[in-house]
């Protein structure tokens, strides 16, 4: 089985190579693909480093920001194209810890898509601001009150995919290029077939660097949601 972990990143040179060393230490066999989006802060530079250094690390640079859910569809394209049986999808920030890697990738041997989930027994959220809580908490009630998968966070992009289930999207058909996407991805997925399970994990908010979150964003996501749940599903 061939296995890739991919990380989006704008503006996370004070996390990548921590983040990328702290993996590959865990000798689980994965390779890494970096996304950036051509960071002002050098962290493009920093991955073709780690990916000269290790031979483990492939880079994707693009021109400029554009939005998380666009440069995972980007790493879908790169694990499909490269071959890979499984893709792990992860923040650059730490939010995400390589810790629960094993139990995220030992779940992907039963089920088609495996969530590390704030929301279930053992999961939680550390050192969020109340707002951040409050939209999280309303976006997956609605998310379990519109779309009805079996699933406590929708919202959450840590992680791992079967090969088939990236083979039948359709990548043009996404409306979500920002935050929105990992709602709609797993829609998208459950709705393909795909069966999905999540395993708990502790979510903690960015020591370093600062979130790409913004209230744009936020709206935007929202509408998005808005309209998958009462037009497109
Ligand atoms: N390539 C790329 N990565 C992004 C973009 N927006 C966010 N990210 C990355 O997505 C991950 C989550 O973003 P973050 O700002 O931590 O969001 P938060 O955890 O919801 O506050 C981080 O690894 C970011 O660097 C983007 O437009 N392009
Ligand atoms: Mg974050």
Redesign the pocket.
């Known amino acids: 089985m061939k296995k890739i972990v991919a990380?989006?990143?704008?503006?996370?040179a004070e996390?990548l190579e921590r983040l990328v060393r702290s993996i590959l230490s865990l000798d689980l066999g994965l390779d890494i693909v970096i996304?950036?989006?051509n960071?002002p802060d050098g962290?493009g530079d920093i991955a073709d480093a780690l990916a000269a250094e290790t031979g483990r690390v492939k880079v994707v640079h693009?021109p400029g920001?554009?939005?998380?859910?666009?440069?995972t569809l980007?790493s879908v394209r790169f694990a499909l194209e490269h071959g890979y049986d499984i893709l792990v999808t992860?923040?650059?920030?730490f939010?995400h810890d390589p810790m629960y890697l094993p139990a995220i990738l030992e779940k992907a041997a039963g089920f088609d898509i495996v969530i590390g989930s704030r929301y279930v027994h053992g999961g939680g959220v550390v050192n969020w601001p109340f707002s951040?809580r409050l939209i999280s908490f309303l976006v997956n009630f609605y998310c379990r009150t519109v779309f009805r998968i079996p699933v406590h966070d929708y919202s959450g992009?840590y992680r791992a995919y079967r090969r088939w289930v990236l083979e039948k999207l359709e990548p043009d058909a996404f409306i979500s290029?920002?935050?929105s996407f990992q709602e709609e991805m797993l829609v998208r997925c459950a709705r393909g077939g795909a069966r999905t399970a999540e395993v708990p994990i502790v979510?903690v908010?960015?020591a370093v660097?600062?979130?790409?979150?913004n209230r744009a964003?936020m709206i935007r996501s929202g509408l998005a949601l808005l309209r998958l749940g009462l037009w497109e599903f």
């Open positions: 990380v989006a990143t704008y503006n996370e996390n996304v950036d989006d960071s962290t693009r920001k554009l939005g998380l859910g666009t440069a980007e992860m923040d650059a920030d939010s951040r992009a290029k920002g935050y979510f908010d960015r660097g600062a979130t790409k979150a964003e």
